[in-house]
């Protein structure tokens, strides 16, 4: 069983910052691709950044320059580093990773519940 589990959710001002993690727990092998995703009320989920396993990054073009995605392959963890928040941020983030449970076993996806980022004055 793996889990994943999101935290630094929170309210913060305009112009203000935040640090999301997302720690993944049980059996796994190896993880490959991770990425964060986001929900506002009304919308689609999307992509807002991600990392391979060699650190290639990519981001949505609203949040370049403000969002930095890392890794910690040691501990499983996935960051998602906020600044410069605006209110357009406000949203439910999501952590998404590509792992291996074993060697016997390809890729599959997996989920946090999310965490909700409100950006307000």
């Known amino acids: 069983q793996v889990q994943l589990v999101e935290s630094g959710g929170g309210l913060v001002q305009p112009g203000g910052s935040l640090r999301l993690s997302c720690a993944a727990s049980?059996?796994?092998?190896?993880?490959?691709?991770v990425a964060w995703y986001r929900q506002a009320p009304g919308k689609e989920r999307g992509l807002v950044a991600g990392i391979t396993n060699t650190d290639s990054t990519n981001y949505a073009d609203s949040v370049k320059g403000r969002f930095t995605i890392s890794r910690d392959n040691a501990k499983n963890t996935v960051y998602l580093q906020m600044n410069r928040l605006k209110p357009e941020d406000t949203a439910v983030y999501y952590c998404?990773?590509?792992?291996?449970?074993?060697?016997?076993?390809?890729?599959?996806?997996?989920w946090g519940k999310g965490t909700l980022v409100t950006v307000s004055s």
């Open positions: 049980g059996s796994i092998f190896s993880i490959n691709f």
């Open positions: 998404r990773i590509d792992l291996r449970r074993s060697e016997y076993v390809g890729y599959m996806d997996y």
